[in-house]
Structures are given as structure tokens and as C-alpha cells.
């Protein structure tokens, strides 16, 4: 099959387009973060310039762009088809400003018991609609009366317009309550995102990664895993996973097949409560406490860190007295409240 290269003038990266594939679709696919929405051609989102080359749009011209923008070398990106190599001018997304806050509804077309107290949503957004998202972000569901709850986003952004979620029971939590009891395939929520400064940062490829979760704090570092397999960064990963009882790691089976599978990903879980039967694999005792078992200089890596407040205030304390440097300590932090959650982000950046 003929392939197109593309260049992006500014930061250099290229990538290759398949004969009949549109530039937009040919990034993402490869790993390179361009903005988009529609992907019809009519928000001009995706709008950017032809430093050199020539490409022709296969069905029709996109109502996006004006007489002048053609005049001026302007393509869309996600109808545009390279008909040669092409060197381009477009904005790349990098950091959570890039990205367009939206409230959107969304269908659950899937509602599964994870665990006894941990359910997975699959909401898939309306045909016309796209939510583009960093693995990592989360979003708000839209409540009465003004409230909303958070919850990480746990596919990857790929997926296009589908969402998983994983929603874990709170006593008294209404939504929760609603969400376990009530809701029902095909109901649709209302969503706002996404939010969140929480998403891996590239500017060190080579360093290797922490990632540390804490119950369904594995949701956004499962969305960050798959997002970084799908781009094939093989960055190392040491992944930990913290519950109170093995039952708790809702999807245990996941990353062990990821560290079985891949030589760069390596998995442990930490179990609280541990049986006296737990078994070697398990390390009896708080998650963060297994990172330091494991790694008692933390000063060569980055650490990502999502789940429960005191998991998070004791970590950044003793990963710091181990070498960690602030600024290369990202975490999720969230509080399960009975409406409304406290979320707090770190890194203002």
C-alpha cells in the first residue's frame, strides 16, 4: 500500500499516511496529538496549513474552510488526504490547555459488576460528537441541582467516542447508589470534561515510570498504560496496585497480562489485609509502602499516583524523604464525598 510522509513544521515529528487515510486519522493512530471535534469537516478544529505539498478531499470540499482559507493553504485535517509527502503547520496538543472543555450526553451501552462494590459504565457519546481527552483526565457527571461527581477516565483516547468508567459503591452516596440500583443500559448521563491535570509528561521519555493506585485509582493509570502501549512507548513501568483484599483489584487479570506480555511492564499488588495464604506475589501491607520496599531511591523516576487522600498525602511524604523530587511527583487525588467529590490536582501546570 503507498504511504505519505508528514511532517509537522515546528517540532519536526513525522508520520506516515496510508493511501485513502486522512491525516488526522493517520496522527492519532500513531501517537500524534492533533485537535479535532467533529471530524465531519464543518468545525474547523482540526484547520491547519500547507508549508509544502498537495492533498484532495475524496468526497467533498469541508464546509470548514472559506475561499480565502484555500487561498491561503489552509486543510482540514480530518478529510484532507495526502495525494504526496506533505510538510504542515498544526497545532499539536501537549498540555491540558490545549483542549476543549465540553459538556456533552452520553448512552451507557454497558453496565458489568467489576467487583462486589466496583462497576464499569461504557457510555458511548452522540454519532457527531467526540470527546478528546489525555489519558490520565477525567470527567464530571452532571447532576441535579447544580452537583456533579467526578470520575476518571478509564479507556484510552483512541476509542474515539466511547468512555469506560469505573464507579465504585459509597455508602450514602447518592449517584453511586443510583448508578448500582437504578441506572440502566441505553439511560443517558450528562458529562462534562475533560478535566484534570493528571497525564503522563514526555518531556523525559527515557526515564522510567512509577505508576501507584490505589481501588479504582487504577482507572486513569489504566488509560495511560494502553494509551502508552498504543503509541509504542516502551518506556519502563513499575506498576502498583494497592487494595484492602485481593477481591478489590476489580481487574487483576489486566496487568498481569500486560507484565507477562510486555518485558518493559512489571506489576505489583499490595493487599492491606492480607489472608495468611496470600501467596508470594502479594506484598502485605499499604501500596506506597511496596513502591519503597521495591525502590528505595526514588530519584530516577517519575511517579503517577491516583487514589484515595491519605494514600496520596502518605506517599508524597516518604517518596519525597526518598528522593523524589517534587516536581516530578504527578497524582490524582480524590475524595469520595456524598454529591459532590474533592478533587485535588496536582501540578498546576
Known amino acids: 500500500m503507498k504511504q505519505f510522509e508528514v ?25 500524534v496529538m492533533l485537535p479535532y471535534s467533529c471530524k465531519n469537516g464543518t468545525c474547523g478544529s482540526c484547520k491547519g496549513i500547507l508549508a509544502s505539498g498537495e492533498v ?27 495525494i504526496e509527502d506533505l510538510v504542515i503547520q498544526v ?40 470527546l478528546q481527552f489525555l489519558a490520565g483526565q477525567y470527567i464530571d457527571v452532571l447532576l441535579a441541582e ?18 469506560e468508567l469505573h464507579i465504585r459503591h459509597v455508602d450514602g452516596g447518592d449517584f453511586t447508589g443510583h448508578v448500582f440500583d437504578e441506572l440502566k443500559e441505553r439511560d443517558i448521563l450528562r458529562l462534562e470534561g475533560p478535566q484534570g491535570n493528571f497525564f503522563v509528561r514526555n518531556d523525559q521519555p527515557e526515564r522510567p515510570m512509577i505508576m501507584m493506585g490505589g481501588g479504582t485509582g487504577f482507572a486513569p493509570l489504566k488509560s495511560m498504560i494502553e494509551n502508552l502501549l498504543e503509541q509504542n512507548d516502551r518506556r519502563t513501568i513499575h506498576l502498583y496496585w494497592g487494595a484492602r483484599i485481593p477481591a478489590e483489584l476489580y481487574l487483576d487479570e489486566l496487568p498481569s497480562q500486560w507484565a507477562a506480555e510486555f518485558d518493559h511492564i512489571h506489576y505489583r499488588k499490595a493487599i492491606s489485609e492480607p489472608a495468611e495464604d496470600s501467596g508470594q506475589d502479594i506484598f502485605p501491607g499499604f501500596v506506597h509502602q511496596a513502591v519503597l520496599h521495591d525502590h528505595a531511591d526514588l530519584s530516577g523516576f517519575d511517579v503517577y499516583m491516583s487514589g484515595p487522600p491519605a494514600m496520596i498525602d502518605a506517599a508524597k511524604k516518604e517518596f519525597a524523604e526518598h528522593g523524589l523530587p517534587e516536581e516530578r511527583m504527578f497524582y490524582d487525588s480524590f475524595e469520595f464525598g456524598l454529591d459532590v467529590p474533592v478533587r485535588v490536582l496536582a501540578r498546576p501546570h
Open 7 to 31: 511532517t509537522i513544521v515546528g517540532s519536526g515529528k513525522t508520520f506516515q499516511v496510508r493511501e485513502g487515510e486522512s491525516i488526522l486519522m493517520a496522527a492519532l493512530r500513531q501517537g
Open 56 to 82: 484532495h478531499y475524496p468526497f467533498h470540499p469541508p464546509l470548514a474552510l472559506e475561499k480565502s482559507d484555500f487561498a491561503d493553504g489552509c486543510a482540514l485535517m480530518c478529510q484532507a488526504e495526502p
Open 146 to 163: 447544580g452537583k456533579r461527581r467526578a470520575f476518571s477516565i478509564a479507556s484510552c483516547p483512541s476509542l474515539e467516542n466511547e468512555l
Open 91 to 130: 497545532r499539536e496538543i501537549e498540555a491540558v490547555r490545549d483542549i476543549q472543555v465540553r459538556m456533552l450526553p452520553a448512552r451507557v451501552i454497558e453496565k458489568s459488576l467489576l467487583a462486589e462494590n466496583v462497576v464499569r459504565l461504557r457510555l458511548v457519546l452522540p454519532a457527531s460528537q467526540r
